[in-house]
């Protein structure tokens, strides 16, 4: 029983951890900023005029 419930906590924890991180990426849009970062940076790279994109 004690075996049990060990497993059933570290699952708990597992799924509080990736509910938690889930949150922060949704509720801060960091999915957006970090590729509108990337979207910047890719035009940097490949573009000759200027570009600013703005999310």
């Known amino acids: 029983m004690n075996?049990?419930?060990k497993i059933l906590w570290t699952?708990?924890?597992v799924?509080?951890?990736v509910v938690f991180v889930l949150?922060?990426?949704y509720f801060w849009n960091l999915d957006?900023?970090?590729l509108g970062w990337l979207y910047?940076?890719?035009n940097r790279i490949h573009?000759?005029?200027n570009?600013?994109?703005k999310f």
């Open 3 to 5: 075996k049990l419930l």
């Open 11 to 13: 699952v708990f924890k």
């Open 15 to 17: 799924l509080f951890v």
């Open 23 to 25: 949150f922060v990426v």
């Open 32 to 34: 957006q900023k970090v």
């Open 40 to 42: 910047t940076q890719v």
């Open 47 to 49: 573009d000759r005029k």
């Open 51 to 53: 570009v600013d994109i």
